[in-house]
T-cell receptor, first 115, second 114 residues
């Protein structure tokens, strides 16, 4: 059973560019969350997608946007990249449940470097 | 607002020593969940345990044990007889209300040496 997969593994961009990161959830999972982890910090919640809609959003600017596809995979888009966007971007998926309190299983992350 | 504090930035122990990682949380919700994740150098967060706010029973899984105390808002993690493979960054996280987002602490880096 494949776990959460993310692509690409590493990415180098320059300031002002745009980037798209991709995530495939664990089989059977319908909810995808994205987190940003700066060096030496804990992951920070960006947003969560369920049924192809953004269900919840953290304190991130509109430059960060996302999408969820009918097969539950998801994309994270960041426009007008800033040096401060350099981080490990983690995708997490969770399984269907009744209360929404579910373990989130994380992918290996995409390390984005902005020069 | 929710907050998780991991006051220990880095801990170094010699193999076979016991080590406890501290976690203190803040929330006004009466229903919440607490998690521990391990992040090895590869970067992937590995789920270790989830506890809900109504279950204060301590849990043991092999060399790992967790002590949940609502009275002190703490959810501490103990590794018994540590091994080099335990070297990683460990994160405590909180999930509250109807949201399923996780609020993480800043992590504790554990270094186990021979």
């Amino acid at each position: 059973d494949a776990g959460v997969t993310q692509s690409p593994t590493h990415l180098i961009k320059t300031r002002g560019q745009q980037v798209t990161l991709r995530c495939s959830p664990k089989s059977g999972h319908d909810t995808v969350s994205w987190y940003q982890q700066a060096l030496g910090q804990g992951p920070q919640f960006i947003f969560q997608y369920y049924e192809e809609e953004e269900r919840q959003r953290g304190n991130f600017p509109d430059r960060f946007s996302g999408h969820q596809f009918p097969n539950y995979s998801s994309e994270l888009n960041v426009n007008a990249l800033l040096l401060g966007d350099s981080a490990l971007y983690l995708c997490a998926s969770s399984s269907p449940g009744t209360s929404g309190k579910r373990e989130q299983f994380f992918g290996p992350g995409t390390r984005l470097t902005v020069l | 607002a929710q907050k998780v504090t991991q006051a220990q930035t880095e801990i170094s122990v010699v193999e076979k020593e016991d080590v406890t990682l501290d976690c203190v949380y803040e929330t006004r919700d009466t229903t919440y969940y607490l998690f521990w994740y391990k992040q090895p150098p590869s970067g992937e967060l590995v789920f270790l345990i989830r506890r809900n706010s109504f279950d204060e029973q301590n849990e043991i899984s092999g060399r790992y044990s967790w002590n949940f105390q609502k009275s002190t808002s703490s959810f501490n993690f103990t590794i018994t007889a540590s091994q080099v493979v335990d070297s990683a960054v460990y994160f405590c996280a909180l999930q509250t209300g109807t949201a399923s987002k996780l609020t993480f602490g800043t992590g504790t880096r554990l270094q186990v040496t021979l």
